[in-house]
């Protein structure tokens, strides 16, 4: 029962870590690309996000939710490095895409 109970608890701040992770790369990327590139109302969700993330309960946020919240932050990475090409991608960040 100890097991399933640390189990649990490292998957829900593993959870946290990666959604942590979507929002910063987001707010970072605004950043890096100058202010108006990436769509307002999103920057304001996201810093909005940041904001209260400190108040989030892990258990409002399962796999599920985390899953997609990647797959957009991927999907957003993958526009912006269409528009601006590998190499400006690879020149802001030197590490690989989330």
């Known amino acids: 029962m100890l097991s399933k109970l640390f189990k649990g608890r ?5 959870i946290r870590y990666r959604l942590e992770s979507c929002i910063n790369t987001i707010l970072d990327l605004n950043e890096r690309l100058g202010e108006g590139k990436i769509r307002p109302d999103i920057v304001k969700h996201f810093k909005e996000l940041k904001h209260s993330f400190a ?18 932050t991927n999907k957003l990475l993958q526009e912006i490095g269409k528009i601006y090409g590998e190499e400006f991608m690879k020149n802001i960040y030197d590490m690989p895409k989330h």
Not at 10 to 14: A, F, M, T
Not at 61 to 71: A, H, L, P, R, T
């Open 10 to 14: 490292q998957n829900k701040r593993r």
């Open 55 to 72: 108040r989030l309960n892990e258990d409002m946020v399962d796999e599920k939710d985390v899953s997609q919240i990647e797959e957009a």
